[in-house]
């Protein structure tokens, strides 16, 4: 037993030690050796070798999906251009994924840059790592929408909505205002293939874009069609509830303050609001 661990302690040695005699080859004769190896390019200089990197962190992928044949489909949504960095992360994300599940990995970047020629490959060494690019602006929101309309409601199903999701960050003729009006109209239709809750659902990612891609004024002029969805009503009912309790909230503070002898005046000053509105809650209280 005691001989076995006197042959790893040797074998570990000379592990070192041969590790240490080809960096110091390297290191002396760098040119030298590449030649000697086969590799025609010539090295400009010596770069660190041991790497202490100790890190705990987590990756957020946009979506994974389990495929027939094992395979993992990796989706990322981008607005801007795609980077050569944002290749390495896409690279990296893939490389720990197939190493922690076991799987093979693909990568495919949804993109809603203006930019015509989009980056999808970096080589880097001897790899040659690649990802596939669907560019949302080579997609026209408009024949989205007059597919819809010429469909009839009852044909109509959860896949034929889905890329109305989309339409804002498309290219087409049609304003991304009203490609926004027209999707919340579609949204809140009535189809014996697709449930409440899944209208719900889309509604909500629906609005989430238009706060992103419209201006206030813009939001606010379709906030009808908004209103009138699963999802307007939600939000009302949720602002209800926030200004319930912040009303509550006032009115003890502005009952507290009178306790302690406070003006309405000084008191106003103090919760910062107008004076009349601590007089009109001191006017309905007992």
Not at 75 to 92: G, K, N, V, Y
Not at 107 to 124: G, N, P
Not at 165 to 190: A, C, V
Not at 215 to 236: C, D, P, Y
């Amino acid at each position: 037993m005691q001989e076995t661990k006197d042959i790893a302690v040797r074998e570990q040695a000379y592990c070192q030690a041969e590790d240490a005699a080809l960096k110091a080859a390297a290191q002396f004769f760098g040119e030298e050796l590449f030649s000697y190896l086969g590799i025609e390019e010539k090295p400009i200089g010596i770069a660190p070798t041991e790497m202490v990197h100790l890190e705990i962190k987590k990756m957020y992928e946009d979506f994974n999906f389990l495929m027939k044949d094992d395979r993992w489909l990796h989706i990322e949504f981008e607005s801007d251009s795609i980077t050569r960095e944002d290749l390495r992360r896409f690279r990296e994300y893939e490389a720990v994924t197939s190493r922690t599940y076991g799987v093979e990995v693909t990568t495919i970047v949804v993109c809603s840059s203006t930019v015509k020629e989009l980056m999808c490959e970096m080589t880097e060494g001897l790899n040659v790592y690649k990802v596939k690019v669907v560019r949302l602006k080579d997609m026209d929101a408009g024949i989205i929408l007059k597919k819809l309309s010429e469909m009839e409601m009852s044909g109509i199903k959860k896949e034929d909505l889905v890329p109305l999701l989309l339409t804002p960050l498309m290219s087409g003729e049609i304003p991304q205002k009203e490609r926004i009006r027209q999707g919340f109209f579609w949204l809140n239709q009535e189809y014996p293939e697709v449930n409440r809750g899944d209208l719900s659902k889309m509604q909500a990612v629906l609005y989430a874009l238009a706060v992103k891609v419209l201006k206030s004024t813009e939001l606010a002029e379709i906030k009808e069609a908004i209103a009138m969805t699963i999802l307007g009503q939600m939000l009302v009912e949720d602002g209800i509830r926030k200004g319930r309790q912040e009303g509550i909230q006032l009115t003890k503070a502005v009952l507290e303050l009178t306790a302690k002898g406070e003006t309405p005046e000084a008191i106003a000053r103090c919760l910062d609001i107008p004076e009349e509105t601590v007089q009109q809650i001191l006017s309905i209280m007992p």
